[in-house]
């Protein structure tokens, strides 16, 4: 069963910094490309970074682009996020994910995990 386990989340005064967690399992990890999603109040979830195994290639949304950081450790099935420069419109949960890749299923997000709430505000 696959399972995404977020932390990390939090209140944080805009230009702060946090860094999530994601513990992933049921599937192999490491040959499996991660991102990571947010879903702010009344809005669509949108993708906000993603990174490949192997060759570790990242890609970002204009809106993170230079404050965020995604990363992962392949021993430890985690994937990572880190944010820097918080601003209040970064306030959503964030969730991670990764494509499906068997048929007919292939290339859909698995059920999302729970998320982690992060607030920006003063």
């Known amino acids: 069963q696959v399972q995404f386990v977020e932390s990390g989340g939090g209140l944080v005064q805009p230009g702060g910094s946090l860094r999530l967690s994601c513990a992933a399992s049921?599937?192999?990890?490491?040959?499996?490309?991660m991102s990571w999603h947010r879903q702010a109040p009344g809005k669509e979830r949108e993708l906000v970074a993603s990174?490949?195994?192997?060759?570790?290639?990242?890609v970002y949304a204009d809106s993170v682009k230079g404050r965020f950081t995604i990363s992962r450790d392949n021993a430890k099935n985690t994937v990572y996020l880190q944010m820097d420069t918080l601003k209040p419109e970064d306030t959503a949960v964030y969730y991670c994910?990764?494509?499906?890749?068997?048929?007919?299923?292939?290339?859909?997000?698995?059920?999302w995990g729970q998320g982690t709430q992060v607030t920006v505000s003063s």
């Open positions: 994910n990764t494509r499906r890749k068997v048929f007919p299923y292939t290339g859909t997000y698995y059920p």
């Open positions: 990174i490949t195994s192997p060759g570790g290639f990242t």
């Open positions: 049921g599937f192999t990890f490491s040959t499996s490309a």
